[in-house]
């Protein structure tokens, strides 16, 4: 797309850069230990190793990031696991309609099971042909594209699938729920 102004959503600054932000702690989890996990309302929880998760088909997207804090950056291409392959094994219960991710450092973020289910939402453990770095997330994070980048939690371990919304680490202290970079969803 060569017009900014449709790719770039209002407020935002676009940089090179890839930023590093969390809460501090940065989890080191070898990849023998790794494990991924969803429970809750589905008709088929899973607890895969690293080796599971790799033999699960793979999936290439290219996507914009934009993070809260103003930076959006183009053009990350994410290797993983797609969230339509994901909920075709889990089979969500018609109950289910609101995720919440858990992460290795106690980050915790909610989303809608509509926002993951999404052509353009995976589980990444690859950025730009490399291992996802341990400081942007890795071994795997999930990437959820359409919003504010707080929502696609690092090091992730743990999803579980409910029937009501539970707000997460920044959505209890202020942040959007919704987190639509398009609206600005950014606070309250
Ligand atoms: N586990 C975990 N995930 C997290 C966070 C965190 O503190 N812990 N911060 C969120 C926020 S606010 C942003 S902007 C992005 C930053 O990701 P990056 O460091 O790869 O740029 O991670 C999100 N996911
Ligand atoms: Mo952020």
Redesign the pocket.
């Known amino acids: 797309m060569s017009d900014n102004s449709r790719r770039l959503p209002p407020g935002q600054v676009l940089t090179q850069k890839f930023p590093v932000?969390d809460l501090g702690v940065k989890p080191d989890i070898p990849l023998d230990q790794w494990r991924f996990s969803v429970s809750g309302l589905v008709e088929n929880p899973i607890d895969w190793d690293w080796q599971e998760f790799k033999s699960q088909p793979q999936t290439t997207i290219v996507t914009d990031i934009h993070?809260?804090?103003t930076w959006s950056r183009y053009d990350n291409e994410w290797q993983g696991v797609s969230a339509k392959h994901l909920l075709d094994v889990l089979r969500p219960r018609p109950e289910a309609a609101f995720l919440v991710f858990y992460s290795h450092d106690g980050y915790t973020t909610n989303v809608p099971l509509q926002a993951f289910n999404d052509d353009d939402v995976m589980l990444a453990h690859s950025w730009n042909g490399e291992p996802l770095s341990r400081e942007h997330g890795g071994p795997v994070r999930p990437v959820i594209p359409k919003l504010?980048?707080?929502k696609s939690a690092k090091w992730v371990k743990h999803i579980t699938f409910m029937d009501k919304d539970a707000p997460g680490y920044w959505e209890v202290r202020g942040y959007h729920n919704d987190a639509d970079p398009w609206k600005e969803e950014r606070f309250g």
């Open positions: 932000l993070c809260v804090t504010y980048f707080w």
